[in-house]
């Protein structure tokens, strides 16, 4: 039975084709902090309303985020009335917190550079109990369009979950058939894990999935402390660059692993630093969900870290793996494009070929000590056939240059810490004596 159902499904599976997410997705996201709040007589400044993604799209502009490529302004549940209006059927956002309606939330966000996000549900309602999208998918994807929205986030509250691979390709085609591109960002798999794990055997994410969603939830919700992050890194964990998961990832198609939780009062800066550069290496979607009004300096340094934004942003869009992994620390690696001098012509690279890597060092160890950890490219890259007896190293989190390195290079990383390099494999034979030079006389 169910061998026919997946046959089935993937004979109808069609494309979402957009064109959008060739990189991951940059912007900022309300739920972790904001939640449903929906008394703006008691809670006025943190309410679900058009006030709040207002200002937060405001201090985006202001603080920089946008111009770093942060430019999503992403509403979550809780947004809407809870009835469909009696006479067209449609949504309608909530009349007293959002007293201009969503298209002049859009029009405002679009003036500022900004674009704007939406929720609902593949099911009969919200998570929180508001109307979902379940019959209703051409005239909802029509009303997102007429709204100008440019994201919709599609959870999977109070849905069958048996029929998401009929109803998350159907919605998608809604979304294709309205005439306006919308990125489209699934909790299909989330789910899936959740109960079945039918996305990792046999495939989901390969064979439907990603010719579906632009991005999709792969586990748990994120919240404050550490222990939450952790557990999310652990499962990311991948080993290998055949994974289902790194297979899956791509120009157009990323796996997510929820939003950014930095600028929260419950994470170490180190511990956001840790984040933030894994979630670099994941190639994941890249959603602020703090209050924009309270963040910290240091916190606002960490998310607009130019060099490690670049990394998320490569243009391959190959997420990482976990290339060693020991109790107490692991080694994260991704493929980054390759410098022109090593590649010509418009086709991706073949896999593992690129003189250029992103590695993450992680210490898991949170109390006692730093921990010396090793990177050595011959063992931890897929690219025993090439020279890697020399490389060059860049600091991505202090942004200098560690100079030319023989064969191995270690350095002390601090407990609930990372180091974030940047790693680049030299020939001396081609290398000009200048580069050499300086490249030899920083010390590490």
Same mark, same amino acid.
């Given at each position: 039975?169910?061998?026919?159902?997946?046959?089935?499904?993937?004979?109808?599976?069609?494309?979402?084709?957009?064109?959008?997410? *060739?990189?991951?997705?940059?912007?900022?996201?309300?739920?972790? *902090?904001?939640?449903?709040?929906?008394?703006?007589?008691?809670?006025?400044?943190?309410?679900?309303?058009?006030?709040?993604?207002?200002?937060?799209?405001?201090?985006?502009?202001?603080?920089?985020? +946008?111009?770093?490529?942060?430019?999503? !302004?992403?509403?979550?549940?809780?947004?809407?009335?809870?009835?469909?209006?009696?006479?067209?059927?449609?949504?309608?956002?909530?009349?007293?917190?959002?007293? @201009? &309606?969503?298209?002049?939330?859009?029009?405002?966000?679009?003036?500022?550079?900004?674009?704007?996000?939406?929720?609902?549900?593949?099911?009969?309602?919200?998570?929180?109990?508001?109307?979902?999208?379940?019959?209703?998918?051409?005239?909802?994807?029509?009303?997102?369009?007429?709204?100008?929205?440019?994201?919709?986030? !599609?959870?999977?509250?109070?849905a069958?979950?048996?029929?998401?691979?009929?109803t998350?390709?159907?919605?998608? *085609?809604?979304?294709?058939?309205?005439? %306006?591109?919308?990125?489209?960002?699934?909790?299909?798999p989330?789910?899936?894990?959740?109960?079945?794990? @039918?996305?990792?055997?046999?495939?989901?994410?390969?064979?439907?999935?990603?010719?579906?969603?632009?991005?999709?939830?792969?586990?748990?919700?994120?919240?404050?402390?550490w222990?939450?992050?952790?557990?999310?890194?652990?499962?990311?964990?991948?080993?290998?660059?055949?994974?289902?998961?790194? %297979?899956?990832?791509?120009?157009?198609?990323?796996?997510?692993?929820?939003?950014?939780?930095?600028?929260?009062?419950?994470?170490?800066?180190?511990?956001?630093?840790?984040?933030?550069?894994?979630?670099?290496?994941?190639?994941?979607?890249?959603?602020?969900?703090?209050?924009?009004?309270?963040?910290?300096?240091?916190?606002?340094?960490?998310?607009?870290?130019?060099?490690?934004?670049?990394?998320?942003?490569?243009?391959?869009?190959?997420?990482?793996?976990?290339?060693?992994?020991?109790?107490?620390?692991?080694?994260?690696? +991704?493929?980054?494009?390759?410098?022109?001098?090593?590649?010509?012509?418009?086709?991706?690279?073949?896999? &593992?070929?690129?003189?250029r890597?992103?590695?993450?060092?992680?210490? +898991?160890?949170?109390?006692?000590?730093?921990?010396?950890?090793?990177?050595?490219?011959?063992r931890?890259?897929?690219?025993?056939?090439?020279?890697?007896? @020399?490389?060059?190293?860049r600091?991505? !989190?202090e942004?200098?240059?560690?100079g030319?390195?023989?064969?191995?290079?270690?350095?002390? !990383?601090?407990?609930?810490?990372?180091?974030?390099?940047?790693?680049? %494999?030299?020939?001396?034979?081609?290398?000009? *004596?200048?580069?050499?030079?300086?490249?030899?006389?920083?010390?590490?």
């Amino acid at each position: 039975m169910f061998l026919s159902l997946f046959i089935s499904f993937l004979q109808g599976v069609q494309s979402l084709d957009n064109g959008l997410a *060739r990189t991951p997705p940059m912007g900022w996201l309300s739920w972790e *902090r904001f939640g449903c709040q929906t008394n703006c007589e008691r809670f006025p400044d943190s309410c679900i309303s058009e006030s709040l993604y207002l200002t937060q799209a405001e201090l985006m502009v202001d603080l920089g985020l +946008r111009e770093a490529g942060y430019v999503y !302004v992403n509403i979550d549940d809780c947004w809407a009335e809870k009835e469909r209006d009696p006479n067209s059927g449609k949504l309608m956002a909530d009349k007293k917190r959002f007293p @201009h &309606g969503i298209k002049h939330l859009s029009d405002m966000f679009h003036s500022m550079g900004m674009k704007l996000g939406l929720y609902g549900d593949i099911g009969s309602a919200t998570c929180e109990g508001y109307p979902g999208f379940e019959g209703t998918f051409d005239l909802d994807a029509d009303t997102l369009a007429e709204w100008e929205v440019d994201s919709i986030k !599609v959870d999977a509250c109070n849905a069958d979950e048996d029929l998401f691979n009929t109803t998350y390709p159907q919605f998608g *085609r809604a979304l294709n058939a309205s005439g %306006r591109s919308i990125l489209y960002s699934c909790s299909w798999p989330n789910d899936y894990y959740e109960r079945r794990h @039918h996305w990792e055997i046999p495939d989901y994410l390969n064979n439907g999935i990603k010719q579906t969603c632009n991005i999709w939830r792969n586990y748990f919700d994120l919240h404050d402390p550490w222990d939450s992050i952790t557990k999310t890194i652990d499962f990311w964990a991948r080993n290998s660059s055949m994974d289902v998961m790194v %297979r899956a990832a791509g120009p157009g198609h990323f796996n997510d692993p929820d939003m950014l939780v930095i600028g929260n009062p419950g994470l170490s800066l180190s511990e956001q630093q840790t984040q933030f550069s894994l979630w670099a290496i994941f190639s994941a979607p890249l959603f602020i969900s703090a209050d924009l009004r309270t963040i910290p300096p240091e916190s606002l340094t960490i998310l607009l870290n130019k060099e490690i934004i670049a990394v998320n942003q490569d243009a391959l869009g190959r997420q990482g793996w976990c290339a060693e992994e020991k109790p107490l620390w692991r080694i994260w690696v +991704r493929e980054l494009t390759p410098t022109k001098s090593t590649f010509s012509g418009n086709d991706p690279p073949p896999p &593992g070929s690129s003189d250029r890597w992103a590695v993450v060092l992680e210490n +898991r160890q949170s109390i006692f000590h730093s921990r010396n950890i090793t990177f050595n490219p011959t063992r931890h890259l897929p690219t025993k056939a090439f020279n890697w007896n @020399h490389f060059s190293i860049r600091n991505l !989190v202090e942004g200098q240059d560690l100079g030319l390195h023989t064969n191995t290079f270690s350095i002390l !990383v601090d407990e609930s810490s990372s180091a974030t390099l940047l790693i680049r %494999r030299e020939d001396l034979n081609t290398i000009s *004596r200048t580069r050499r030079k300086s490249m030899s006389s920083i010390k590490a």
